[in-house]
């Protein structure tokens, strides 16, 4: 996920370049550039870190000659934040730059033709082989020889091209990743998303995907892949700034939550093959080593925490190897037994927690191999670890965890469906039939992210209550504790997550009227004795919520409210059961008139121990 912006037209091209940049900082910051048209040349200025640095480096170049220029704000997902991977990337005359939000799955392949043709590449990521595409179609005009790199190119992507040869023009292309154009008066702004030009123009074209946009000082084109004209349709901005930044949510959080399907469909982009295997090159760890592991350890806090929790019942059910899960906190001092043939696999959205990084040192200093799951590419986590699995949930500004939790979930899924298909534990028809169904959780979470309606009318019952207990069973645990831990600290309401079974030894005396107690029963080899566990709630008092999976008719004798998911399959049912809660707890926060965007005495990335 990161931030585009290009502009044509009269005015000094850093000017609307460097603002619009800094107003996508929140899309993606590790590193930023532009690129600026001088009518036959064109000037690249790169820089790794914030934006204040490519701010700086600029400021001392003389480029406001310049008719157009693109420019970019990086999210990492290939090759490490650094100034060669910061983009405009060029191919090898320098003749074209190509600035790139989203993936390029076939990019590897891409490029060993481009290499074995000929072409040097310069940096690690998957964007520079567009760039040398459109250098081998020099004869074509620009936007055919994007079409040309569109047909070619599989995954999510926007592009925004310009090439020397064509000054006064800039080429976008969309599919499934955001590009928006902004019409002025004798100027245009392509984007990927309306903050960057809002200062400038009101007025917006929508792109849809498959299309290709040829943007002109004084026009604006689209065409589909084939080149046939498409209509080109305006919309009104009405959102300020701050709306704008929020995709129109009112939070961040919110606008997380709803970004979760796009985070998953990109997380499994690549990972999961057409013939229902597991494809995770990027672990770059031998087969044999995977083979000859004997214990899996998962370490964490937090949220993600609740996300190794989830890994341990989908490791030990498709591995059959043991398990052992450790808040990262408690992992190096209780001296556990460690060798080289143990698997640690450490979980940080942020890869920065120290206490997920001291786990993991330890784990290593005990000879045994450490797999890093983050969502930021070349974290400390990432670093240090023997291999990383990256989350692909772009950056998540809300302080609680929401898109990198349900990522973080489908990564471990996957890993755990990649031992299994390694170590040969599991029928490949039964891999094959999960890999199927995972494909199908972005369309599911989108589903459940309808019923928003319906959980803010349950959740504003709940304003005055003071006492909520989370219960779920096997896949449905590490749900309800994460929905617990969503409460607590947006809403600041005690809330218990709690494994179902366990109530009767002690917390259910706790239940009386007013306490409420949200059950979560997808997991369907364990759902009628959470439904029994749910009875002896009600029988106390407690008013029921459940989430269950549609057309469960059992509940509805057994819940007060009950919030219907996806059928699915144990396991990745998690994916949909949490956001139900995510959206209980964001909406009962809210109506107390909460910051859930920066809750009380949380920091997103918690460096201290
Ligand atoms: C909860 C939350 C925290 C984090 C925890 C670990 O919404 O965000 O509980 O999950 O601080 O952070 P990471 O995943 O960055 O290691």
Redesign the pocket.
């Known amino acids: 996920m990161c931030g585009i912006v290009g502009y044509v037209g009269p005015r000094p091209v850093t000017d609307v370049l460097i603002p619009g940049l800094s107003r996508l900082e929140y899309r993606g910051y590790d590193s930023a550039g532009i690129a600026v048209h001088g009518g036959d040349t064109m000037t690249v200025v790169k820089r790794a870190g914030r934006m204040s640095e490519l701010e700086a480096a600029v400021a001392g170049l003389d480029v406001n000659g310049g008719r157009g220029g693109v420019g970019h704000t990086r999210w990492a997902t290939h090759g490490a934040p650094n100034t060669t991977n910061a983009h405009p990337h060029q191919d090898c005359a320098a003749s074209v730059v190509v600035v790139h939000n989203g993936i390029i799955e076939n990019w590897a392949a891409l490029k060993s033709e481009l290499v074995a043709r000929g072409h040097s590449f310069a940096s690690d990521t998957d964007t520079e082989v567009v760039a040398h595409m459109i250098e081998e179609m020099a004869d074509l005009p620009l936007a055919e020889a994007v079409r040309q790199v569109m047909k070619r190119a599989d995954g999510a992507l926007a592009l925004v091209v310009m090439r020397v040869q064509d000054p006064d023009l800039i080429v976008g292309a969309r599919r499934h990743s955001p590009l928006v154009v902004g019409r002025g008066d004798g100027e245009n702004f392509i984007a990927s998303d309306i903050p960057a030009f809002l200062e400038h123009t009101r007025d917006m074209v929508v792109l849809d995907d498959d299309r290709v946009i040829e943007v002109r000082p004084e026009s604006v084109t689209i065409t589909d892949l084939d080149g046939n004209p498409v209509e080109v349709r305006e919309r009104k901005i009405e959102w300020d700034f701050e709306a704008a930044e929020k995709g129109g949510y009112p939070t961040f959080m919110l606008k997380e939550i709803h970004e979760q399907p796009d985070a998953i469909a990109d997380t499994l982009l690549g990972r999961v093959d057409a013939s229902g295997q597991v494809q995770l090159k990027e672990l770059e760890l031998d087969d044999r080593l995977l083979r000859a592991v004997d214990k899996v350890f998962v370490v964490?806090?937090?949220?993600?925490?609740h996300a190794a929790m989830m890994a341990k019942y989908a490791i030990e059910r498709w591995t059959r190897l043991p398990v052992e899960i450790d808040i990262a906190s408690e992992f190096r001092y209780r001296d556990p037994v460690l060798d080289a043939r143990s698997l640690v696999v450490g979980?940080?959205?942020?890869?920065?927690?120290i206490d997920?990084l001291a786990a993991i040192r330890y784990a290593r200093a005990q000879g045994s191999t450490v797999i890093g799951v983050s969502n930021v590419v070349d974290s400390a986590l990432a670093r240090e670890s023997d291999a990383v699995l990256y989350t692909r949930a772009g950056p998540e500004i809300g302080?609680?965890?929401t898109k990198?939790?349900t990522t973080q979930l489908v990564v471990m899924q996957l890993l755990g469906l990649y031992l299994a298909q390694v170590r040969g534990s599991m029928d490949p028809g039964a891999i094959e039939q999960l890999v199927t169904e995972m494909r199908t959780l972005p369309e599911a979470v989108k589903s459940v992210l309808e019923r928003d309606d319906e959980i803010a009318k349950i959740a504003a019952e709940f304003g005055d209550v003071r006492d909520f207990f989370f219960l779920g069973r096997s896949g449905d645990f590490p749900v309800a504790m994460e929905g617990a831990?969503?409460l607590k600290?947006i809403a600041y309401v005690r809330a218990e997550g709690y494994a179902a079974g366990e109530m009767k030894h002690g917390p259910i005396a706790l239940i009386e009227p007013g306490v409420v107690v949200v059950g979560v029963a997808t997991d369907n080899h364990v759902k009628s004795k959470t439904l029994s566990n749910m009875e002896e709630m009600r029988a106390r008092g407690g008013t029921i919520v459940l989430v269950v999976e549609e057309g469960d008719g059992d509940a509805k004798e057994v819940a007060d409210h009950v919030i219907e998911v996806p059928r699915g399959s144990d396991l990745l049912c998690t994916v949909t059961a949490v956001v139900p809660l995510q959206l209980l707890a964001y909406h009962i926060a809210t109506a107390k008139g909460l910051d859930v965007d920066k809750p009380r005495n949380?920091a997103?990335?918690?460096t201290v121990e």
């Open positions: 964490a806090c937090g949220t993600s925490y979980i940080s959205q942020s890869g920065e927690t997920t302080v609680a965890a990198t939790f831990l969503k600290e949380l997103k990335t918690v």
